[in-house]
């Protein structure tokens, strides 16, 4: 997990918040994307970035809003709009967004709706 | 449509024994192949990769795996299993794209 922090570790949101989760890098890394896993399943694509001030939809990004302003910072934003919010989000960071760099994911941040 | 297969939910093995991971695939061109691990409430960690060359792939904690073109599996081992190996795997493959393609993953149990 070192090198890519992510925060809160936890977080609980009542329905109709929208919430941001962070995620930052000291890696020096061009890439970056945002994951979502739910229990018993792998993970699943919401949003990449594999430059600044660039970003891309994955194959879940309904819901979710990001940015990337800086090199180092990756936020998601979860609406209203996103029915199902409960889940474990990761984030990982790539030297470039070449096919053959390794993703290093950070710890995660666990998302409850109450 | 692009796909991993992990067709073992779960694999239990004793402490000291090999273990096996199985993993096949099927993308579009050569792909790029990744084995991850996780534990609870924790992010995934990289173990290792096959770009090209050798077949057999050496990683990190003793792991290595093996890729077999024709039988488009990359199967994960190790010749000497630890209880705490115990955690989740996935097997990634990644084609000509960005996207990696996760299943949901072999969880490993190593008893004592």
């Known amino acids: 997990d070192g090198g890519i922090t992510q925060s809160p570790k936890y977080l609980f949101r009542k329905e109709g918040q929208n919430v941001t989760l962070s995620c930052e890098q000291n890696?020096?890394?061009?890439?970056m994307y945002w994951y979502r896993q739910d229990p018993g399943q792998g993970l699943r694509l919401i949003y990449y970035?594999?430059?600044?001030?660039?970003?891309q939809k994955g194959d879940i990004a309904e819901g979710y809003s990001v940015s990337r302003e800086k090199k180092e910072s990756f936020p998601l934003t979860v609406t209203s709009a996103q029915k199902n919010p409960t889940a474990f989000y990761l984030c990982a960071s790539a030297r470039t967004g070449s096919n053959t760099d390794t993703q290093y994911f950070g710890p995660g941040t666990r998302l409850t709706v109450l | 449509a692009q796909s991993v297969a992990q067709p073992e939910d779960q694999v239990n093995v004793a402490e000291g024994n090999p273990l096996t991971v199985k993993c096949t695939y099927s993308?579009?061109?050569?792909?790029?192949l990744f084995w991850y691990v996780q534990y609870p409430n924790r992010g995934l960690q990289f173990l290792l990769k096959y770009i090209t060359g050798d077949n057999l792939v050496k990683g990190s904690y003793g792991f290595e795996a093996e890729f077999n073109k024709s039988q488009t599996s990359f199967h994960l081992k190790k010749p000497s299993a630890l209880v705490s190996d115990s955690a989740l795997y996935f097997c990634?493959?990644?084609?000509?794209?960005?996207?990696?393609?996760f299943g949901s993953g072999t969880r490993l149990l190593v008893r004592p």
């Open positions: 890696l020096n890394h061009d890439a």
């Open positions: 970035s594999q430059i600044v001030n660039d970003f």
């Open positions: 993308v579009s061109g050569n792909p790029y």
């Open positions: 990634a493959p990644r084609d000509s794209s960005y996207k990696l393609i």
